[in-house]
């Protein structure tokens, strides 16, 4: 089907507009327009899902003034609902939230006296078409665009060519359009305009202006998609992106050893886009451990914590740049805890939280160790002790660190690469996980053979970093089948304290 005759099949079914939004939120709308006589349009993101044949998710409203008076009545005639705040000094606009359905109900823009006025002070040209209200409910048909849908900006003809716009000085009224844009390419699939390529680069350093929360929105919403590498690299050829991650730039030129084929920067961006790849079947890379691997990456926001890991993971090299003692290569010794000081300092920077912070850090620390393992298998069997040191410093990240090992290696594509490394890698994480199963679990989750309470009561020990010790350490030998008995642990730890000079109370 043409593009034109699908625009005019949404057209002719006006009414589909506002079937999905609940029936009783319509008639409490329509009450007050009844009442009031003040037209009220539909605009923006559900006009054009609706267009597109989207799912839509809010419901965005604007009127010539009141808006904040009008979620007020809203609520009372429904008779239940949250006011939500979301206006400025410079705009009037609120939510209410009913049942879970969010109405978002905004004032004129700048003080303008028309629609039309209103629509051209939005950001992209296919966030700037309008429905009246009234027309949508009353399922007034119209056989041409002009004659319903209100789009001053052509916003329509952009909207079914895939095409981004940006809609007069959207950039200078706010410099995050620029990033918002860029969402939408990812979430909607659009290409930029050209003159609107242009118009970033020559406003990207203008993006620094804008509050670190609001950016950081629009990064996670880019990373939420499947598109997050081809998306970011967009914005490199924009400019954007070294305004945001400066950091990530250092990377440019730095040359690396010869199992790599890339520098450190394209190095990063190509194990973005492995993440990507290998989340879109997250268990055919480990077919071993594919359930785990699986249940692991349902949750966005660890998908989105291992794209960041991705994209940052040798962001310490070029600050941890060196050469081996006889000149013959280029050497990055400690450059993963370099590069977790310098992804908190980002982090930090875009108002991360806590949690996910010290996550994704964790796994930019930690990246190299599947492959120090895999060193070390080629010439002895992988231990217990080193499998429980592993799998407790990555803890419930376990099938994370694999996922960025493989990524990183799969981006890794020079001529003295081993050629068997992603099998080894498969390998490495199968052998973890039985051992884990086998050994780990039973000792860590059944009654502990020894605890604080014997070490005081038994040998008559103060509390301290020793306690540490003694049970990480019986923790180990019990792991590696050495201590299996309370009373074996008793002696062990008699011992111990004896070897070390640990002193009584």
């Given at each position: 089907?043409?593009?034109?005759?699908?625009?005019?099949?949404?057209?002719?079914?006006?009414?589909?507009?506002?079937?999905r939004?609940?029936?009783?939120?319509?008639?409490?709308?329509?009450?007050?327009?009844?009442?009031s006589?003040?037209p009220?349009?539909?605009?923006?993101?559900?006009?054009r899902?609706w267009l597109?044949?989207?799912?839509?998710?809010?419901?965005d409203?604007?009127?010539?003034?009141g808006?904040?008076?009008?979620?007020?009545e809203l609520?009372?005639?429904l008779?239940?609902?949250?006011?939500?705040?979301?206006?400025?000094?410079?705009?009037?606009?609120a939510?209410?939230?009913?049942?879970?359905?969010?109405?978002?109900v905004?004032?004129?823009?700048?003080g303008v006296?028309?629609i039309?006025?209103?629509?051209?002070?939005?950001?992209?040209?296919?966030?700037?078409?309008a429905?009246?209200?009234?027309?949508?409910?009353k399922?007034?048909?119209a056989r041409t665009?002009?004659?319903?849908?209100?789009?001053?900006?052509?916003?329509?003809?952009?909207?079914?060519?895939?095409?981004?716009?940006?809609?007069?000085n959207?950039?200078?009224?706010?410099?995050l359009?620029?990033?918002?844009?860029y969402?939408?390419?990812?979430?909607?699939?659009?290409?930029?305009?050209?003159d609107?390529?242009?118009?970033?680069?020559?406003?990207?350093?203008?993006i620094?202006?804008?509050?670190?929360?609001?950016?950081?929105?629009?990064?996670?919403?880019?990373?939420?998609?499947?598109?997050a590498?081809?998306?970011?690299?967009?914005?490199?050829?924009?400019?954007?992106?070294?305004?945001?991650?400066?950091?990530?730039?250092?990377?440019?030129?730095?040359?690396?050893?010869?199992?790599?084929?890339?520098?450190?920067?394209?190095?990063?961006?190509?194990?973005?886009?492995?993440m990507?790849?290998?989340?879109?079947?997250?268990?055919?890379?480990?077919?071993?451990?594919?359930?785990?691997?699986?249940?692991?990456?349902?949750?966005?926001?660890?998908?989105r914590c291992?794209?960041?890991?991705?994209?940052?993971?040798?962001?310490?090299k070029?600050?941890?740049?060196?050469?081996a003692?006889?000149?013959?290569?280029?050497?990055?010794?400690?450059?993963d805890?370099?590069?977790?000081?310098?992804?908190?300092v980002?982090?930090?920077?875009?108002r991360?939280?806590?949690?996910?912070?010290?996550?994704?850090?964790?796994?930019?620390?930690?990246?190299?160790h599947?492959?120090?393992?895999?060193?070390?298998?080629?010439?002895?069997?992988?231990?217990?002790?080193?499998?429980?040191?592993?799998?407790?410093?990555a803890?419930?990240?376990?099938?994370?660190?694999?996922l960025l090992?493989?990524?990183?290696?799969?981006?890794?594509?020079g001529?003295?690469k081993?050629?068997?490394?992603?099998k080894?890698?498969?390998?490495?994480?199968?052998?973890?996980?039985?051992?884990?199963r086998?050994?780990?679990?039973?000792?860590?989750?059944?009654?502990?053979?020894?605890?604080?309470?014997?070490?005081?009561?038994?040998?008559?020990?103060?509390?301290?970093?020793?306690?540490?010790?003694?049970?990480?350490?019986?923790?180990?030998?019990q792991?590696?089948g050495?201590?299996?008995?309370?009373?074996?642990?008793?002696?062990?730890?008699?011992?111990?304290?004896?070897?070390?000079?640990?002193?009584?109370?």
């Amino acid at each position: 089907m043409k593009k034109e005759s699908r625009l005019q099949q949404r057209i002719i079914d006006i009414e589909g507009l506002v079937r999905r939004v609940p029936q009783e939120v319509i008639t409490a709308l329509m009450s007050l327009y009844d009442k009031s006589g003040t037209p009220m349009y539909i605009v923006g993101g559900p006009v054009r899902d609706w267009l597109l044949d989207l799912e839509c998710h809010d419901f965005d409203i604007t009127v010539p003034d009141g808006a904040e008076l009008l979620c007020r009545e809203l609520i009372r005639l429904l008779g239940e609902g949250a006011y939500v705040q979301l206006g400025t000094d410079d705009e009037e606009a609120a939510r209410v939230v009913w049942r879970g359905f969010d109405i978002d109900v905004s004032s004129f823009r700048g003080g303008v006296a028309t629609i039309e006025e209103d629509l051209a002070l939005r950001d992209y040209t296919v966030n700037a078409i309008a429905v009246n209200l009234a027309d949508a409910v009353k399922g007034r048909s119209a056989r041409t665009p002009d004659s319903l849908l209100i789009d001053p900006l052509n916003g329509v003809e952009d909207l079914f060519n895939r095409r981004l716009r940006h809609c007069p000085n959207a950039f200078e009224a706010d410099p995050l359009r620029m990033l918002r844009g860029y969402r939408f390419v990812a979430t909607l699939g659009f290409d930029l305009a050209p003159d609107t390529l242009e118009e970033i680069r020559e406003q990207s350093d203008a993006i620094c202006r804008i509050a670190a929360e609001r950016i950081r929105y629009e990064l996670d919403k880019i990373m939420a998609t499947d598109y997050a590498a081809e998306v970011l690299w967009q914005m490199d050829e924009s400019e954007i992106l070294c305004q945001l991650l400066p950091e990530l730039y250092e990377g440019i030129d730095v040359e690396q050893p010869d199992f790599h084929h890339l520098d450190v920067f394209h190095h990063n961006f190509q194990t973005l886009h492995e993440m990507e790849q290998l989340l879109a079947v997250p268990g055919k890379i480990y077919p071993n451990c594919k359930d785990e691997v699986i249940a692991y990456t349902k949750d966005g926001n660890t998908r989105r914590c291992l794209k960041w890991a991705a994209l940052l993971h040798d962001i310490g090299k070029p600050a941890a740049m060196g050469e081996a003692r006889n000149g013959s290569r280029v050497t990055f010794y400690g450059h993963d805890e370099i590069g977790r000081a310098q992804f908190e300092v980002i982090a930090r920077r875009l108002r991360w939280s806590n949690e996910d912070r010290e996550r994704t850090g964790h796994l930019v620390a930690m990246h190299m160790h599947p492959f120090h393992l895999c060193n070390v298998r080629r010439g002895e069997k992988l231990t217990r002790r080193a499998a429980l040191k592993l799998c407790k410093r990555a803890g419930d990240d376990l099938p994370g660190l694999f996922l960025l090992a493989m990524s990183d290696s799969l981006a890794s594509q020079g001529e003295l690469k081993p050629q068997s490394m992603e099998k080894e890698l498969v390998e490495l994480y199968s052998e973890l996980t039985q051992i884990y199963r086998e050994h780990i679990l039973p000792a860590l989750t059944g009654p502990p053979l020894l605890g604080g309470k014997e070490l005081i009561d038994e040998f008559g020990l103060t509390p301290g970093p020793v306690f540490k010790e003694i049970l990480g350490e019986l923790e180990m030998l019990q792991v590696e089948g050495v201590i299996e008995s309370k009373e074996q642990a008793v002696s062990w730890a008699r011992l111990y304290i004896e070897e070390h000079g640990v002193k009584e109370d």
